[in-house]
């Protein structure tokens, strides 16, 4: 008796089911790696000005400078170096800090020189996950950049 070619169904229907398995694992895993955690009320407004908003990140690739933030207990410390690592004096830099979840209780931040950073002293006033929109500004040339910190 011929053995039916049927009997591999079963197993077709697995392999089926697994291929889409690993299809849609792959591309959960590239959206949550590659969203950007940002929501805009604007985001029509935003979308047009598209091509600007790339020359900017092209602008600022540029310049290569770098923002380091780390939040010692209730107080955020900037650096700001330039392409080869070297500290920028004189910046003057500003940061808004809002919750990403829940209310935003948007907090602005004053920083002062202190040594080779920028400190906001108990600027964050409660724990939690914080988004900064920092700017930094030296001279005519500006930076923006956004960090998110955790205050324990």
Do not use: C
């Amino acid at each position: 008796m011929q053995k039916s070619s049927w009997r591999f169904f079963p197993l077709a229907i697995v392999a089926s089911l697994l291929a889409v398995v690993i299809v849609d694992g792959g591309m959960i895993f590239a959206a949550v790696h590659s969203f950007p955690g940002a929501a805009d009320d604007h985001a029509f407004d935003t979308g047009n000005k598209y091509n600007e908003i790339l020359e900017n990140v092209a602008r600022q690739a540029k310049l290569g400078w770098q923002l380091n933030v780390k939040v010692v207990s209730r107080d955020v410390e900037v650096t700001l170096t330039d392409r080869d690592g070297a500290l920028l004096p004189g910046a003057a830099i500003e940061a808004v800090a809002t919750h990403p979840v829940g209310p935003a209780q948007p907090t602005s931040l004053a920083f002062a020189p202190e040594g080779a950073s920028y400190v906001a002293r108990s600027a964050l006033p409660t724990p939690g996950q914080w988004d900064l929109g920092l700017t930094a500004s030296v001279g005519e040339v500006t930076y923006r950049a956004t960090r998110r910190v955790v205050v324990q």
